[in-house]
């Protein structure tokens, strides 16, 4: 079946200026979370998506960085007034509810968007 | 807070040897494990995942990972390596407590050379 897709592929801005990134997960997937990858580094966690609610934002590095998902499918990662420092591979992962049997479901990434910021 | 770390940043082996890579966690509680591969333009691909039983889980391509709770460590390995191996490999980590948020922490990354 698909997979999780992401788009654009690639996004190049410029700083200041404001990007939204979006995330089409697995169908039925209730669970989507946003990781950033920098060059030569492993994902670091953004925010995880229960449905439509945030479950956990702590990952968010400030208040420019802001992701919905209105109906609980789709959802759009919004960058305002990006920055150099904002430059990288930003991931989608989508999961079944995380927890079955005490067993934690594994997650499933989409390809990336990245992001440059000249 | 849960960390984990790759000791490594690139590992060489020949194919047809076995390969190794390496892995060390930490956690409050007890952990889930999670190995990951990515290859070049494409998304993370989920290799295997130790939840709890047996400390020798098997996973896709004939991968194998020993979870060693002593040693904190999620060591990946294979038999016999191939060409088709080469990419980057990612340990991750999320603590069991179910107040330890659901995100996983990822290592720094270790890319596999595997030469003919």
């Known amino acids: 079946g698909a997979g999780v897709s992401q788009t654009p592929s690639n996004k190049v801005t410029e700083k200041g200026k404001y990007v939204e990134l979006r995330c089409d997960p697995i169908?039925?997937?209730?669970?989507l979370y946003w990781y950033r990858q920098s060059l030569g580094q492993g994902p670091e966690f953004l925010i995880y998506f229960q449905g439509t609610g945030a479950a956990d934002d702590s990952g968010l590095p400030n208040d420019r960085f802001f992701a919905v998902r209105p109906e609980g499918s789709v959802s759009t990662l919004k960058i305002q007034r990006t920055e150099r420092g904002d430059s990288a591979v930003y991931l989608c992962a989508s999961s079944l509810t995380p927890y079955r049997g005490g067993e934690l479901r594994e997650q499933y990434f989409g390809p990336g968007t990245r992001l440059t910021v000249t | 807070a849960q960390s984990v770390a790759q000791p490594e940043d690139q590992v060489n082996v020949a194919e047809g040897n076995p390969l190794t890579v390496k892995c060390t966690y930490s956690?409050?509680?007890?952990?889930?494990l999670f190995w990951y591969v990515q290859y070049p333009n494409r998304g993370l691909q989920f290799l295997l995942k130790y939840i709890t039983g047996d400390n020798l889980v098997k996973g896709s391509y004939g991968f194998e990972a020993e979870f060693n709770k002593s040693q904190t460590s999620f060591h990946l390995k294979k038999p016999s390596a191939l060409v088709s191996d080469s990419a980057l490999y990612f340990c991750?980590?999320?603590?069991?407590?179910?107040?330890?948020?659901?995100?996983?922490?990822f290592g720094g990354g270790t890319r596999l050379m595997v030469k003919p």
């Open positions: 169908s039925g997937h209730t669970a």
């Open positions: 956690v409050s509680g007890n952990p889930y």
């Open positions: 991750a980590v999320r603590d069991r407590a179910r107040n330890a948020g659901n995100m996983l922490t």
